[in-house]
């Protein structure tokens, strides 16, 4: 996977259409967004200790499908949460801006840690 | 993988996708950032300006220095529960010792007196001690970041404070907004009310930092009191009003805390302090404020004030107003302040000041959505790191970054032997965009959202796990 994505971004450089796979993580942005889940979520630059749980070790595919879940327990029409847990309401919240892309970048800056 | 990050980095430029022009400072070849204020803004931009370069391979490039008056920062989150015992100053102090050998942010110690924007000094009392106006740095910064919080202003009601009841007029209103020293002033005063003494606290007007901290207080305050202090009454002065009478902030979790928990509370909105006289009855130092209504036409019928009224209690928690630091204020005077020159103007994409090289960030700055408070002060400055590093790349910023807002806050305290220690949240999401007036802001994307529910015990073990999450993340 590691050979994919530089392969990915050498073609990027070289001006070479990108496709779907390629666009669908971005590190610089996934950095900066996955930035508001180690408030309280950790990631191997952090210790760790009587916290919430680790997102280490984590896939891509965990993550991804985990914010998907969450963002589902939000509805952005009446902006309330669909779920009486107050768990799963913050974490609703907590998912609910970003766009699947955003999600995507994410995941992927995460799983990498 | 730091190769592959940093390639893509750099082929993201390289491409021409991201290039932006290279100007003014982003020509140096380093990165030399000075950060005031070591504070959950502050520290946290230090270490991901470190964390980050790290990991795009430039660390050797970038380097970042903190300057604040102290060696350790104490928190303001859990403060309230020092002054009902339940925790300790000593638990809520954080050293810059990780920052320093893990990450290698460099540390001065020392009161900041004044900036040389133009030529990167800064001037001030190394170790607060000495000389108060020399150069503090070594090199001079190409980066300068404000995190250095907020001042207090006592300018909205007069203080009438004879010497022989306290020798510091101040210490009849002890603030305790600033944990420290103000924290253990107002517990011990707190400890020597006799039962049947009464409490007030008054909320200033906003903007002030963490909107819930007063009502969180006034709960906790109430619970040790029934318990502690039987017969004693908790006042809350509050001067905004609601048409059913609950508090602005977190309605749902204080309403039902007000109502049904705290039954010794007397919650009185559309109440501001005009002035505070402190007296002596034998031994006992009393302190009478005057109370006016901020609206001729009270809100509700249910605790609005309609006429000005008077009210004698033993312990008076006066917020007063904010502003940011003064040293903000000062080295921002010229283009960097709101209209009525109390906040730091930025453009919340990069918290970049109109002020050439300078960035703000946490309660210091202005912003029409975004609360003054720890967490998303730590947010603040990692958007601000992120920014910084992107424009020294010449890569292109984030066109839309998200913050988030949350805060757990105890409502009563293990003392209480119906409920047991429980808490309640509030939380809120933020995107930067294009707001209704045509200006590029944070703009909510969620409402603010109540934990579900009463107050529980489930969420004060999730504020524990909040809490030390979110301090591992400023200074671990």
Known sequence: MRGYKLLLCGLSALGVLIGSEAQAYDLNNGRLLASNCTQCHSTNVLPKSGGYDSLVGESYNEIYGELREFKQKFNTVTKTCTENDPKECLMGVHAMPYTDQEMRDIAWYLSQR | MLRREFVKYLTAGAAGQFILPMAGANAASTLNVFIIGGGMAGATAAKYLRVWAKRLAIDSLVSVTIIDKSDNYVSNIMSNMVLTGEKTLTSL??????????????????????????NGWIYGQINNTGPTDIVMNATPFNRLVLAAGISLDYSTFTLNVPAQVYANPYDAV?????????TTLLRNQLVNLKAGNHVAITIPAGPYR??????????????WL????????????????????RPPVEPNNFGHAFTNI?????????????????SLSGATKLKTLSIAPVNGTPGNAIN????????????????????????????????GLDADSRWAVVDEKSYKSPVSGVYVIGDSIKSANQPKAGHIGNQQAKVCADAILREFSNVALYDAPVTNSACFTPVTTALNRQYGARASWLTATFR?????????????VSTNIESPGAPSKDN?????????????????
């Open chain 2, 93 to 118: 102090t954080y050293s810059y010792a990780n920052l320093k050998t893990k990450y290698g942010v460099n540390f001065i110690k020392g009161t900041v007196n004044r900036v040389d924007l133009e």
């Open chain 2, 174 to 182: 002890p603030h305790a907004w600033q944990a420290g020293a103000q």
């Open chain 2, 210 to 223: 963490c909107p819930p901290g007063p009502y969180e207080r006034a709960c906790v305050i109430a619970d």
């Open chain 2, 226 to 245: 029934r318990v502690k202090k039987p017969g004693s009454k908790l006042y809350l002065i509050d001067p905004s009003q609601t048409a059913d009478g």
């Open chain 2, 262 to 278: 705290h039954r010794n509370l007397v919650y009185v909105q559309n109440a501001k302090l005009t002035d505070l006289t402190a």
């Open chain 2, 304 to 335: 609005a004030l309609s006429a000005a009224t008077a009210l004698t209690v033993e312990v008076a928690n006066v917020i007063p107003k904010m502003q940011a630091a003064d040293l903000t204020r000062s080295i921002l005077a010229t283009g």
């Open chain 2, 432 to 444: 930067y965009g294009l707001d209704t007036d045509n200006s590029y802001r944070m703009l909510k």
């Open chain 2, 460 to 476: 004060f073990e999730s504020m524990k796990k909040w809490f030390t999450s979110l301090m591992q993340d400023v200074y671990s």
